[in-house]
């Protein structure tokens, strides 16, 4: 897992900034790999071919960064402590306990600690996320039938 705790400096975010962009200007629309020069220590070009979907990632990722966000990689496989899925879904590490032992996320226990897969805690926050948007409709629908100005 990729993670950096601290903001990026002013000329971190200008950097990321203009190579988002100058990324995103040479970026293939269609193909499934992209040619890359790149200019090693030696001054030396080393032809350099990345997927589509690396070269997408990066963009996102400096485009991230050139806002001034912090940026963390999870693969989608990892095993997340209960702290992780509980700053993931924003909600404290009890309740994420209270979830967990009502079996509405599912986790595994190694030793005395609870581990859960990265891959069910967003597939849980997707589905909170729809329901969420879905009472939001109601109440929004509840409003305009009852004319009250919203």
């Known amino acids: 897992m990729l993670n950096v ?8 975010v200008a950097l990321a900034k203009l190579s988002s962009q100058a990324l995103s200007a040479v970026m293939e629309t269609s193909g499934e790999v992209q040619q890359f020069n790149v200019v090693g220590r030696d001054g030396e070009n080393h032809p350099l071919t990345l997927p589509a979907s690396a070269v997408k990632l990066m ?12 940026v ?4 989608i496989h ?7 899925a509980a700053d993931i879904l ?15 996320i599912p ?3 190694k030793g005395n600690r609870r581990k859960v897969a990265f891959v069910d805690v967003m597939t849980f926050k997707q589905n ?15 409003d305009q039938e009852l004319d009250l100005g919203y």
């Open 5 to 12: 705790q601290s903001l990026p400096s002013a000329e971190e």
């Open 59 to 70: 963009i996102e990722l400096l485009t991230q960064l050139g806002q001034g966000n912090s």
């Open 72 to 75: 963390n990689i999870t693969p």
């Open 78 to 84: 990892a095993e997340l402590t209960t702290q992780e």
């Open 90 to 104: 924003n909600m404290s590490r009890p309740t994420l306990i209270k979830l967990l032992d009502a079996g509405n």
């Open 107 to 109: 986790h595994s226990r």
């Open 128 to 142: 909170m996320d729809k329901k969420r948007l879905a009472s939001l409709d109601e109440l929004t629908a509840l």
